[in-house]
């Protein structure tokens, strides 16, 4: 990764209009390990809430993912593509756990059937 104070000098020299999309966290070294979460539930009832992934690898560290800013509505054999963001990267994963929140203190409790669900990882993609 690079400083995003020198992003400027990196980007400037190309001669096509250049997007860049910066996602840094709060603690040093300040990069994000990006992964897409690409889930389909069979809920008969729509959903409405946030999904917080934790991963593990085989000798048992584990890394949570920063909870969206922005909920995400989950409806019957409908996939969703959600981006979640870890502080560290775990090369080979073992095990995925998702917790599903409509971050309500009121209310029944919601579950989330899922019929389907890959996590890829953005910034290894052959993974």
């Not at 999904?51 to 560290?61: E, F, L, R, S």
């Not at 995925?96 to 203190?105: A, G, R, V």
């Amino acid at each position: 990764g690079y400083r995003v104070d020198r992003w400027k000098k990196l980007l400037i020299p190309y001669s096509s209009p250049t997007k860049a999309y910066f996602d840094t966290s709060d603690q040093d070294p300040y990069c994000m390990y990006n992964y897409l979460l690409d889930i389909t539930t069979w809920n008969k009832s729509v959903r409405r809430g946030f999904i917080k992934v934790k991963i593990t690898d085989y000798a048992g560290n584990t890394v949570e993912s920063q909870m969206n800013s922005e909920a995400s509505t989950f409806q019957q054999y409908k996939r969703v593509k959600i981006l979640t963001g870890f502080h560290q990267d775990i090369e080979k994963i073992a095990k995925i756990s998702l917790t599903f929140s409509t971050k309500t203190l009121i209310g029944p409790k919601h579950k989330l059937r899922i019929l389907q669900m890959k996590l890829k990882s953005l910034n290894n993609p052959k993974r």
